[in-house]
């Protein structure tokens, strides 16, 4: 619900422009990554994913961008609308079984579209 | 959405109550999670499944037991519900692991007083 939104780094975007949202990942090992949206009181809901052989990849409106050399993965929103406001979560994991494989999360970014 | 249904949705519990949340999949996937979301932690894993009455713990599984008697449902239970167990708990599906993204249900909010 809301209390998720406490605590977490904030951008705000006028409606329209473009939203860059950045996420640093932890384990060089990573091989998989994801983006997730949540919006308030409701469970987070995949946007788009990379594997680690890609630099880029699109999707509507969305353009994540994987640096693996700085272990750096971004999300790009064009045309930002009032119902992308929600927390955004970059999630990783590697081929590996066991627990290897289970995603981990970063803590979030809050975004906030102004009408 | 990928049916998922966690149960209840909200509870209220007193310190020292034993509690279960279930989480019930009609999607067939092998692979179930139970997370907690917690304000600056983001999404941490307690357990997870990967078979019929084949579980393992994740981050931060201390407090918690889950049971899978059934490929459909896992359940997170509580022995002794503590009032740092306050938090939104997120159950997850997968069809692999790795590679893949997990699908969440709407969540259970558990207040622990």
């Known amino acids: 619900g809301e209390s998720v939104g406490l605590h977490l780094p904030t951008l705000s975007v006028q409606e329209g422009d473009n939203s860059i949202i950045n996420c640093a990942y932890s384990?060089?090992?990573?091989?998989?990554f994801i983006w997730y949206k949540q919006e308030s009181g409701k469970g987070p809901q995949f946007i788009i994913d990379?594997?680690?052989?890609?630099d880029k990849r699109q999707g509507q409106r969305v353009t994540v961008l994987l640096n693996k050399t700085v272990k750096h993965l971004s999300l790009q929103i064009a045309a930002t609308q009032p119902g992308d406001s929600a927390v955004y979560f970059c999630?990783?994991?590697?081929?590996?079984?066991?627990?290897?494989?289970?995603?981990?999360f970063g803590k979030g970014t809050k975004l906030s579209v102004k009408p | 959405d990928a049916g998922i249904t966690q149960s209840p949705r909200h509870k209220v519990t007193e310190t020292g109550t034993p509690v279960t949340l279930r989480c019930h999949q009609t999607?067939?996937?092998?692979?179930m999670y139970w997370y907690r979301q917690d304000p600056g932690h983001g999404l941490r894993l307690i357990h997870y499944?990967?078979?019929?009455?084949?579980?393992d713990k994740g981050e931060v599984s201390d407090g918690y037991s889950v049971s899978r008697s059934k490929t459909e449902d896992f359940l997170l239970t509580l022995e002794s519900a503590t009032s740092s167990q306050t938090s939104v708990y997120f159950c997850?599906?997968?069809?692999?692991?790795?590679?893949?993204?997990?699908?969440f249900g709407q969540g259970t909010r558990l207040t622990v007083v």
């Open positions: 384990n060089s090992a990573s091989d998989y």
């Open positions: 999630a990783e994991n590697t081929q590996g079984g066991g627990s290897q494989g289970n995603l981990i």
């Open positions: 990379i594997r680690s052989n890609m």
């Open positions: 997850a599906i997968s069809r692999v692991q790795g590679y893949t993204e997990a699908f």
């Open positions: 999607e067939n996937h092998r692979y």
């Open positions: 499944s990967y078979g019929v009455k084949d579980t």
